[in-house]
């Protein structure tokens, strides 16, 4: 079901931080000192639906910047507008995905990262956010997911006018140097695994895995480079 959020423009607030190496509180380490404080969203619609962030609710987790990392945070990835949120009590703190190299979230076990050479591909960049399904010695997979907005939203049951947010994910490939788009189709994930795919493909039916889960695709890639090892 499609969640409704209510943004308005004095509704929302954060603080936009620089990375630095300070304590913050004693709560948020290695963030940074808070900046001007600007509006996160503001809209004319009377309401929002769909969901800017990346989770339905703040989960736990750090902020890495090269080999420095914060305390555990609550935080949320804002596709919107390409940033990390920290909630610190009623106050968000927002921090450019540029100023981190990686999250890493607790519960569930996920990390982002951002750095890759994307080549421009897909308007993504550097500074672009990836959860890393599977990072090896010769292939990394990746998904990212990005949101885009629709605005005024035809509403048959109301007059107010609405404007949604459209999640969207993808998944790619780094793989020989090369950056490249995977269309999530079970022959083309097999084909990733050159010589190994016969085996990875029975690993799968033995397993029941599904080429659609990003967990399942996690043990694919991890037992195709137990057998690289072992070859």
């Known amino acids: 079901m499609t969640k409704k959020i209510l943004l308005t423009i004095s509704a929302l607030f954060i603080t936009q931080l620089s990375f630095a190496q300070i304590e913050f509180d004693d709560y948020v380490s290695q963030v940074g000192e ?37 305390v555990p945070v609550n935080l949320n990835i804002d596709l919107a507008n390409n940033r990390i949120l920290v909630n610190r009590g009623n106050k968000l703190i927002g921090i450019e995905n540029s100023a981190v190299s990686a999250i890493k979230i607790m519960t569930p076990s996920l990390t982002f990262k951002n750095g890759f ?3 421009g591909k897909d308007d993504l960049n550097k500074y672009s956010l990836f959860k890393v399904i599977h990072e090896g010695d010769n292939v990394t997979f990746l998904k990212h997911t990005g949101v885009s907005l ?31 788009r995977v269309k999530m189709r079970k022959r083309n994930v097999l084909r990733l695994f050159d010589d190994n795919r016969k085996a990875v493909d029975t690993y799968a039916k033995e397993n029941k895995l599904d080429f659609k889960d990003d967990e399942h695709l996690a043990l694919m890639f991890k037992y195709a480079e137990s057998l690289a090892l072992n070859n």
């Open 34 to 70: 808070a900046m001007d404080g600007t509006t996160i969203y503001a809209f004319q619609a009377t309401e929002v639906e769909g969901n800017p962030l990346l989770f339905d609710e703040f989960v736990r987790g750090v902020l890495v910047s090269g080999n420095s990392q914060t």
């Open 117 to 119: 050479q994307t080549g």
């Open 150 to 180: 629709q605005k005024d939203v035809s509403s048959y049951s109301t007059a107010t006018k609405t404007d949604a947010f459209i999640q969207y994910t993808a998944y790619y490939v780094i793989k020989d140097g090369k950056f490249d």
